[in-house]
């Protein structure tokens, strides 16, 4: 499981280092793809994997669904962690971020997500929480 909140900043090269406690579940290659609300999903391969095969015994008659993979596994590549403990993040997923120095890399659950700090911030209002934890409970998810 991920979770915790780390800042970075990515070089000009665009390589970004990945916090020791993900790597450590994450390994030395894994997928990082478009998330949604404007950040990057990250995957290990044994999670990827288990994603490919839901989809892919899902049918495709839905065009949402057709839209959704599209845009899910066409932004999607593979990253190899450096010596240094960097990856280099494509040009396309930085730019579908925002990001462009400062990064903030969060755990959640079964994925890491990489957001611009700007992004971060502006998608971080816990203000509001009471009632969005009422709206979890009604979908049966309660702590």
Sequence with gaps: MFM????????GKGRL???????????????VTKGLD??????????????????????????????FLRFFFAGAANCEVDKQG?????????????????VVSVGVLSRVEIWS????????DYENMDEIAEHMAELGLGI
């Design 86 to 102: 960097r990856i280099l993040l494509p040009a396309n997923l930085r730019e579908y971020a925002g990001i462009d120095k400062d």
């Design 4 to 11: 915790g909140e780390y800042n970075h900043t990515i070089d």
């Design 38 to 67: 404007g950040c990057l999903f990250v995957y290990s391969n044994d999670e990827w994997q288990r994603i490919e095969t839901t989809f892919r015994e899902k049918p495709l008659t839905s065009k949402d669904a057709r839209k």
């Design 17 to 31: 280092i990945v916090p020791s406690k993900f790597r450590e579940q994450l390994g030395n290659e894994f997928v």
């Design 117 to 124: 700090r700007e992004r971060w911030q502006d998608n971080s």
